[in-house]
C-alpha cells in the first residue's frame, strides 16, 4: 500500500520543544492525515512484521537522526490505526528517504509492505512480547 500524505513531519529538534498538548494534536493530525490517504481501505491488524519507507520530500533536508525521529509521529499515527502492530523492531522493519522538493511541493509517501523476512505471530503472542499481557 502506498501513501501519499501533503505535508511533512516536523523534525525531532522541533518536536522535542512542543508542549505536550501540541505533540497530542500533532499525532492527531497525522491519524487524520494517514486515515485520509487510505481511503476505503482498512487493513486488518498485522500479525507479522511489516516494511515501511517514509520518503520525505521536503525543501530542506534533515540529518539522518533528525529524519528518524520526525518519522515517529508518522509510525505511532500508524499503530493507532492498525497499519502496523507495533514500532519495536521485532514488528517494524523501518527506512526513511528523503528527496529535495520545492517548499510548495513537500509531501511524505509512506511505502507499507510485509517484511521480508516474516516472523508470524499469533495476537496473544504479539501482545506477550510487547508486554500487554
Given at each position: 500500500?502506498?501513501?501519499?500524505?501533503?505535508?511533512?513531519?516536523?523534525?525531532?529538534?522541533?518536536?522535542?520543544?512542543?508542549?505536550?498538548?501540541?505533540?497530542?494534536?500533532?499525532?492527531?493530525?497525522?491519524i487524520l492525515e494517514?486515515?485520509g490517504a487510505?481511503?476505503?481501505?482498512?487493513?486488518?491488524?498485522?500479525?507479522?512484521?511489516?516494511?515501511?519507507?517514509?520518503?520525505?520530500?521536503?525543501?530542506?533536508?534533515?540529518?539522518k537522526?533528525?529524519?528518524?525521529g520526525?518519522?515517529k509521529?508518522?509510525f505511532?499515527?500508524?499503530?493507532?490505526?492498525g497499519?502496523?502492530f507495533?514500532?519495536?523492531?521485532?514488528?517494524?522493519?523501518?527506512?526513511?528517504?528523503?528527496?529535495?522538493?520545492?517548499?510548495?511541493?513537500?509531501?511524505?509517501?509512506?511505502?507499507?509492505?510485509?517484511?521480508?523476512?516474516?516472523?508470524?505471530?499469533?495476537?496473544?503472542?504479539?501482545?506477550?512480547?510487547?508486554?500487554?499481557?
Amino acid at each position: 500500500m502506498i501513501l501519499t500524505i501533503p505535508a511533512v513531519p516536523p523534525s525531532i529538534n522541533k518536536i522535542l520543544r512542543m508542549h505536550w498538548t501540541d505533540k497530542r494534536d500533532l499525532l492527531s493530525l497525522w491519524i487524520l492525515e494517514i486515515r485520509g490517504a487510505m481511503g476505503d481501505k482498512v487493513p486488518p491488524v498485522p500479525q507479522c512484521k511489516m516494511r515501511v519507507v517514509v520518503t520525505i520530500h521536503n525543501s530542506r533536508a534533515y540529518d539522518k537522526d533528525n529524519a528518524y525521529g520526525a518519522c515517529k509521529v508518522i509510525f505511532d499515527a500508524m499503530k493507532i490505526l492498525g497499519l502496523i502492530f507495533d514500532d519495536r523492531d521485532q514488528f517494524l522493519e523501518a527506512e526513511v528517504k528523503q528527496e529535495k522538493s520545492t517548499r510548495a511541493e513537500r509531501h511524505t509517501v509512506i511505502e507499507i509492505s510485509k517484511a521480508s523476512t516474516i516472523p508470524e505471530y499469533s495476537f496473544d503472542e504479539a501482545l506477550k512480547i510487547i508486554g500487554a499481557i
